[in-house]
Nanobody, 127 residues
Framework: QVQLVESGGGLVQAGGSLILSCTASGSTFSSYAVGWFRQPPGKEREFVAIIRGGGEYIYYTDSVKGRFTISRDGAENTVYLQMSSLKPEDTAVYSC????????????????????WGKGTLVTVSS
């Protein structure tokens, strides 16, 4: 069983930056596909980014391309989401999730078909 804990959320002004962390315990998840998702206030959860393996495959939703960077540190059992040029519309609860199926399709990931989920961390971007 894998437990995921997110950290790094907070309040930031538009144009600012934050780095979110997703740390796994209970098992190493270096071989898992790990994604970040977010749920804006009053809206449905949406996919943000995914990383497979050591970073051989990375995929972002269009709205964050060029502003967000997903990466992982296998030694720390942690996946990061570096967020820059933040906008008020980035305000959301950000959650990480992991799939044992490293080959999970992008469609399945976007649909949220992951095996393990963290509880999330709130990011608020003020205008």
């Amino acid at each position: 069983q894998v437990q995921l804990v997110e950290s790094g959320g907070g309040l930031v002004q538009a144009g600012g930056s934050l780095i979110l962390s997703c740390t796994a315990s209970g098992s190493t998840f270096s071989s898992y596909a790990v994604g970040w998702f977010r749920q804006p206030p009053g809206k449905e959860r949406e996919f943000v980014a995914i990383i497979r393996g050591g970073g051989e495959y990375i995929y972002y939703t269009d709205s964050v391309k060029g502003r967000f960077t997903i990466s992982r540190d296998g030694a720390e059992n942690t996946v990061y989401l570096q967020m820059s040029s933040l906008k008020p519309e980035d305000t959301a609860v950000y959650s990480c999730a992991a799939s044992r199926n490293v080959g999970i399709s992008d469609y399945a990931v976007r649909s949220g078909a992951m095996d393990y989920w963290g509880k999330g961390t709130l990011v608020t971007v003020s205008s």
